[in-house]
């Protein structure tokens, strides 16, 4: 006679593999989420070493987070950010690292659909720059400057004529300790400008299209935001921690409490 399970036998065996379940799934879980803050680091890290390269080729100074070409002749279309060909995506080759492995992003829109050039090809952006600008007083200082100011609001057919600001890599105090990038672009611009379908390395025409930090609400709406806002996982993608690029070039993680330092913004801090 064959010997079969009893139906008590049984549901011991399915509580078993329940609670193993139950132990297990979350080390899987943590285990995958650390595996894509490390691909993120290095995406990060490396868009910020591309942005290293640039400046060696342009008397040290950083590219503006977004501006525009005196060349073009089609306002807005034709303006371009940080990442775009037009700038810093030469020195990274692979569009790939514009995009952390934890955002998740509609479908990427053609040239076409921006009215730039095919030669320009729009792909994912996860990175925010350090775009501070003077325009507005941010941790006690008047007329602030991150590395990667945003140039002027107007395009030169509409008769901007005034320069942006640049900065070099011997103006900040602590390279190593002001950000260059970060992550938390979807967040950002996604979640509260509501502008989905252009977060791309090209161009970015919203309601602010800076591809970067420009006021310190912003640092504030992604340090201070509360869980279940939309701009909560901007910094703390990973366990409560987001992977941020510095001045030097270095990256690592940080907690948002760590992003309220003004030296991690401010090329000149108050004392």
Known sequence: MKKAFTLIELLVVIAIIAILAAILFPVFAQAKLAAKKTQDLSNIKQSSLGIILYTGDYDDTYPLSYFYDVTFTTPYSDSYAWSSSLCVQPYIKTLELFKSPADSFSANKDAAYYGIATSRKPAPQSF?????????????????????PVAPS????????????????????SPADIVLLTGGNKELYDGIFYCGEWINNE?????????????????????????????????RKFSGVGNVAFGDGHAKGLRPGDLRDPKRWVVAPAN
């Open 203 to 235: 161009i970015g025409w919203c309601y602010s299209a800076s591809y970067g930090i420009t006021e310190q609400w912003q640092v504030d709406a992604l340090t201070l935001a509360v869980p279940g806002s939309r701009e909560y996982n901007g910094f």
């Open 154 to 173: 107007m395009p030169p057919l509409y008769g901007a004529t005034t320069s942006a600001n640049t900065v070099t890599t011997t103006t900040p105090q």
């Open 128 to 148: 925010l720059s350090n775009a501070i600008t003077p325009a507005y007083a941010m941790f006690g200082v008047s007329s602030p400057s991150g590395l990667m």
